[in-house]
C-alpha cells in the first residue's frame, strides 16, 4: 500500500502549478503523471531506490523528469514523504 503525506501531495501540486505557469497545463499534467505512475511501481517494487541521504529512507528518481520522490518502507506500507525538484536543497529530515 503506498500512503502520501500532506507534504508530498502539497509539494506534488506545487510543481504541477509550477510547471504549468512557465510551460502548459499539458506538460504539467504529464510530468505529474510521470511521477504519480512511477511511484505507484514502487508497490511492486519497493526497494528500486536508491538509498536516501536521509537515513531510513530511499529516493525515486524520476525518469525524464528533474524530479525525486523521498520514501520510507514500513511493513506493508511505502510512505511517499516528499517529492523535490533535483535543484532543491535536500532536508536533513522528513
Do not use: C
Amino acid at each position: 500500500m503506498i500512503e502520501w503525506t500532506e507534504q508530498a501531495i502539497r509539494q506534488l501540486d506545487q510543481a504541477h502549478d509550477h510547471i504549468a505557469l512557465s510551460n502548459s497545463e499539458e506538460v504539467a499534467i504529464r510530468i505529474t503523471m510521470q511521477i504519480v505512475t512511477s511511484v505507484q511501481q514502487l508497490g511492486a517494487f519497493p526497494m528500486s531506490g536508491r538509498a536516501g541521504r536521509v537515513p531510513g529512507t530511499r529516493e525515486l528518481v524520476i525518469l525524464n523528469t528533474p524530479f525525486i520522490a523521498a520514501y520510507a518502507i514500513d511493513k506493508a506500507r511505502i510512505v511517499i514523504l516528499a517529492v523535490y525538484h533535483s535543484a532543491q536543497p535536500w532536508p536533513e529530515g522528513f
